[in-house]
């Protein structure tokens, strides 16, 4: 849970990176401060409080569409799922799961040992990464197909090159593997041991399809990151803050796209320190996320 949470405050920043990138209305950060829910108003807080030395683009539509629009609420729902699942894990630990057990001096049978509640909290959780992923991969397909209007495939008009169309491609497989493994898998019917083996909440698979959905979560940060910063490079920003971060890790590990070359060595080298330690320093002390941060000891472990 800890390396998910390190990964949506990662997609947080680049999403950031990519809002400022495409000319993005804040105007749906104050609604969410206004309307919103407490989450919703906590995310709306941490975008505001992470442009305020930033000098935003200007927007250049009235209305973005929803992948821009909506990343309060997207991430809020995650950061809330993340916290609910935490919070589940944290009181199972305090439980007795063992058969049997000892009351004063009576030997019970106990149904303990079914971590239900750990489960259902934890597939939440997967959906909702599913959801932060959708959020990601939209932003990317609108900053490779000519939003703010920027080139398609962020070539320079000057430049005879393919562009970042292949690597789109590699955010919808990232996407697509993150959306099959959010499925449900605690209620499969389950018989054996002549039929006194049939509850079973499938927790280490679980979690084995949680951490898989982490890892393609670090591909799409990367990708959305690359996507943001040659947009940025195309239009002149001079992003600071989060983004000038986010922009920064980006340059240290690539130049910006003009001809046509190899990327995967790229593509791996910044995916790699955007989940690194020195990053993650950065990202804290640019701008805290409140309890998310406290409550996983994001600050202690960076």
């Known amino acids: 849970l800890v390396e998910a949470a390190r990964a949506v405050r990662v997609l947080l920043a680049t999403g950031l990176t990519a809002l400022g990138a495409l000319g993005a209305s804040r105007a749906p950060w104050h609604a969410a401060t206004a309307v919103g829910s407490a989450r919703e108003a906590a995310i ?22 929803l992948s ?48 239900l509640d750990v489960s259902l909290q934890l597939q939440g959780t997967q959906l909702s990464l599913a ?84 890892a393609a979560l670090k591909g ?20 600071s803050g989060v983004a000038g971060v986010i922009n920064a890790c980006v340059r240290e590990h690539m130049a910006p796209y003009t001809v046509d070359r190899p990327l995967s060595a790229e593509i791996e080298a910044v995916e790699a320190s955007l989940n690194g330690p020195a990053l993650r320093k950065a990202l804290l002390a640019a701008s805290h996320l409140s309890d998310f941060d406290t409550f996983f000891s994001l600050d202690l472990f960076a």
């Not at 990367?222 to 940025?232: M, Y």
Request: glycine share 10%; net charge negative; aromatic share 6%.
């Open 44 to 65: 709306s807080d941490w975008l505001s409080r992470s442009t305020e030395t930033w000098n935003w683009p200007k927007s250049t539509q009235v209305q973005d569409p």
């Open 68 to 115: 821009v629009r909506m990343i309060c609420q997207v991430f809020a729902t995650g950061v809330e799922s993340l916290l609910g699942a935490g919070r589940a894990l944290e009181a199972a630990t305090a439980q007795v799961d063992d058969n049997p057990v000892i009351d004063g001096e009576a030997v019970l049978t106990s149904g303990g040992s079914l971590p």
């Open 131 to 214: 959801h932060i992923a959708r959020n990601t991969f939209n932003r990317c397909v609108l900053l490779g197909n000519g939003g703010r209007s920027l080139p398609v495939n962020l070539v320079p008009s000057e430049a005879g090159a393919t562009g970042f169309g292949p690597m789109l491609k590699l955010a919808g497989d990232l996407f697509a593997r993150l959306l099959s493994l959010s499925l449900p898998v605690s209620a499969q019917a389950m018989v054996v041991a002549g039929g006194m083996e049939d509850e079973a909440a499938f927790l280490p698979l679980i979690i084995e399809r949680l951490e898989e959905q982490v």
């Open 220 to 239: 799409l940060a990367a990708i959305e990151a690359i996507l943001a910063a040659q947009a940025i490079y195309l239009t002149g920003d001079t992003p």
